[in-house]
């Protein structure tokens, strides 16, 4: 089974609606994020956690918000979704530092999004 | 504020060739970098993390190198194969702890 899971896998809404994506992790991170990836831009830090009570905005929170409900699941929602909003998004886990000799991020597979 | 930068954006190559992809950064106060691989419709996967303080990182035909003082990486991928073909991401941790990635380049390894 997969470390990091994200669902929906593939998602089409309209514009206006409210919906959530969710993550959930068997690997026992403290610490996950949400980026989302659009072509030619890369990936972008929507929003972060490194504990259940901490939750931190990246670089392009406005329109998301967040809930991070168990160490092993962190939620992302688009209360009112725009197409701009069409993207992929990845949920992504990572150790504390001076818990593990790595200090790399692990991805799930991804949601695709697209609102119309 | 860090920018990562990989040129070009998409590379195609006959198998075999020994290839080195770059990834330069313009601030070279960093935790580490990371190299990651992305195939199509699938999520990142780490191919080698080297720390500041290390010069160059090596797993099976992977080498990366990191010299921080030029805000340089390249990853150099030996006797390419079609199974490398997918798009290569670099990404740095700064003092934020955040990621900042490179928009990524695409390879492609022709049989």
């Known amino acids: 089974d997969a470390d990091v899971t994200q669902t929906p896998r593939n998602r089409i809404t309209k514009t206006g609606k409210r919906i959530m994506l969710e993550c959930s992790q068997t690997?026992?991170?403290?610490?996950m994020y949400w980026y989302r990836q659009d072509p030619g831009l890369g990936l972008r830090l929507i929003y972060y956690?490194?504990?259940?009570?901490?939750?931190n905005k990246g670089e392009i929170s406005d329109g998301y918000s967040v809930s991070r409900q168990a160490q092993a699941k962190f939620s992302l929602s688009l209360e009112s979704a725009i197409p701009n909003q069409t993207a992929l998004y990845f949920c992504?886990?990572?150790?504390?530092?001076?818990?593990?000799?790595?200090?790399?991020?692990?991805f799930g597979p991804g949601t695709r999004l697209t609102v119309l | 504020k860090q920018e990562v930068t990989q040129i070009p954006a998409a590379l195609s190559v006959p198998e075999g060739e020994n290839l080195v992809l770059n990834c330069s950064f313009t601030?070279?106060?960093?935790?580490?970098l990371q190299w990651f691989r992305q195939d199509p419709g699938k999520g990142l996967t780490s191919l080698l993390l080297?720390?500041?303080?290390?010069r160059e990182q090596t797993s099976g035909r992977l080498n990366a190198s990191l010299d921080k003082s030029s805000g340089r990486s390249t990853l150099y991928i030996a006797a390419s194969q079609p199974g490398d073909s997918a798009t290569y991401l670099c990404?740095?941790?700064?003092?934020?702890?955040?990621?900042?990635f490179g928009k990524g380049m695409k390879l492609t390894v022709n049989p």
């Open positions: 992504a886990t990572s150790d504390s530092p001076g818990r593990s000799t790595t200090d790399t991020q692990y």
């Open positions: 690997k026992g991170h403290d610490r």
């Open positions: 956690s490194f504990d259940v009570k901490d939750i």
């Open positions: 601030d070279s106060a960093i935790y580490n």
């Open positions: 080297i720390q500041s303080s290390q």
């Open positions: 990404a740095i941790q700064g003092g934020s702890e955040k990621l900042v």
